[in-house]
Structures are given as structure tokens and as C-alpha cells.
């Protein structure tokens, strides 16, 4: 069954920063993978 694209973006887990673990307060669908907190410190 074809899902609804709204749903299934509502349904999408909350992405975890990849290097700390802690929830990424940003779309689930965008590209980044850290938060911007372990992102500063690579700066």
C-alpha cells in the first residue's frame, strides 16, 4: 500500500546527533547528522 507522503513524514523517528547520541531538533528529513552543538566543536 502507497502511503500518504505527509504521513509518512510524520512518522519518521527523531534523528540522533551521530556523535553525541542527543536528539537533532530539526526536520527528520534533512541531512545533517550532528547536532549543532558536536558540529561547532569540529569548526
Known amino acids: ?3 500518504d ?3 509518512f513524514f510524520k512518522n519518521l523517528p527523531p534523528k540522533q ?3 553525541c547520541g542527543s536528539h ?3 526536520q527528520h ?3 545533517s ?3 549543532s552543538t558536536c558540529a561547532s566543536k569540529d569548526l
Open 17 to 19: 546527533c551521530t556523535s
Open 5 to 7: 507522503i505527509v504521513e
Open 33 to 35: 547528522n550532528t547536532c
Open 24 to 26: 537533532i531538533e530539526e
Open 1 to 3: 500500500m502507497i502511503t
Open 29 to 31: 528529513d534533512c541531512y
